[in-house]
């Protein structure tokens, strides 16, 4: 969703988005049901935990770089997210992140992916109205209230749904 501004090539390299430490566990993405259901026919061994009418990878504790991290079970170190094009939404339009604040829906951006937070402000916002992106994070969310999570303080807001 996000190809014409964040590189293949930069995600292949980098993947910090399939880890998780104690801090952003929250940060893991949300599985719709029919993608669960895919997943538990594709791979069977794969755990989830339950969040609303959704599910949550079980991610696997592993020591990298000497730091203890949770890593996301669908991702193999060497060749990426087992799941190719049917990740799950939130890894799909990462590092936006669809936020309540205040009882208003808003887009932001994490500021834990280089590659995107190092670009102007300007081109963030313009990236939502391109192909109607920003649109399409709001439907989502209609859609898989799930995936919406509170507000995190220094989350820069890019835009606010109207009401
Ligand atoms: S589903 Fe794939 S892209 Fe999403 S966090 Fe897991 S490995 Fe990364």
Redesign the pocket.
Known sequence: MLKNILSGKSCAEC?I??LFDNYDLWE??IVSDSLYEKIRHDFPNIEFMEKGKSHL?RCIPEKINGEELYV????DHST????GDN??F??RI?PYRIMELNGRLVISIASICPELYNKPLSQLVEQLDKNGLGDIIFAEAELNPDIIKPYEEGYPILRVKQA
């Open positions: 993947r988005c399939c893991t993405p990878f996301c079970p669908m991702l990426g997210c087992k799941l990740k799950p939130d890894c990462w």
